[in-house]
């Protein structure tokens, strides 16, 4: 794991943390704007920025949010070539 990666971690960590506490009902739109925020945060950490791309393919999954899930699938992709 990079420098970088090492120094942001508790930033995104603290994000992705918050996203997961609004998982429950009308909560579902707050927890993805912290992942959101977790990706801008961890974007030029490739580990960082893969993983919260799997976050938001967990969440696109669990709302049923198909346009999301197929936009999730193609970041993830495009992030190993």
Do not use: C
């Not at 739109?29 to 791309?53: C, D, I, M, P, R």
């Amino acid at each position: 794991m990079s420098q970088f990666s090492k120094n942001i971690a508790s930033y995104v960590t603290a994000e992705i943390a918050v996203s997961q506490s609004l998982q429950q009902p009308g909560q579902h739109t707050l927890a993805f704007t912290h992942l959101e925020n977790a990706h801008v945060l961890g974007q030029e950490s490739t580990y960082w920025h893969v993983k919260v791309h799997i976050l938001m393919l967990i969440w696109a999954i669990e709302q049923k949010d198909f346009p999301e899930l197929f936009d999730q699938l193609v970041r993830i992709l495009g992030e190993q070539h």
